[in-house]
């Protein structure tokens, strides 16, 4: 049944439940070699084989020089204890404050990247090599290809996998941060449903 539907005023991108994520990273030169974090949610999966992922920052960003001097940066998912720390990372400059330190958060070196540091109070980072930059409107899209990942062992399940609802992850949506919800289901749990079970799902 299709539902009646208020055109809205397109002012910006609305996919929603986006992620929260911080990106750490550290430039090579003065004054961009110092361990920094920006907040995005602007970041999607863009490649299975190679894995690759992709965060568009804008130029005037202090990250965005830092990144592009490296080419490396960390993505690190956020539960619910981060959510203030992302936050204030997202509303500050690494210009003018040291990041880490404001928020006690810990740079912890992730194997395979030799310059951008992880964040160890993340449940889950993602080390990335830039393998490309691409210009996508007024931000420039960094191609990463994923080259390490290390998950808090309080969130993998008896699998060694990453067990999301444990890891308490937080989306973001329209200005506003939102708890991610329970797990209904696994990839492929359709076929297996009957008509009546389908109904009731």
Known sequence: MRLAKSALKVSSTILSPAPTLMV???GVEPP???DNVISIAMAATLSTVPPLVGISIKQVRFSYQQIRESMEYVINLVGRDL????????VKSGR???KFAE???TPAPIPNLSIAPAIAESPLSIGCRVVD???VGSYDLFVGEVVSVEADPAILNEKGLPDFQKAG?????NG???DIGECRGNLGYSLKLKNTERLQA
């Open 169 to 173: 992850l937080v989306s973001y949506n």
């Open 83 to 90: 959510v203030y720390e992302a936050d204030w990372c997202g």
């Open 176 to 178: 506003k941060y939102y």
């Open 103 to 105: 928020c006690s958060l």
């Open 32 to 34: 961009y070699n110092k």
């Open 133 to 135: 930059i691409l210009k």
């Open 96 to 98: 003018d404050y040291d």
């Open 24 to 26: 750490s990273c550290r």
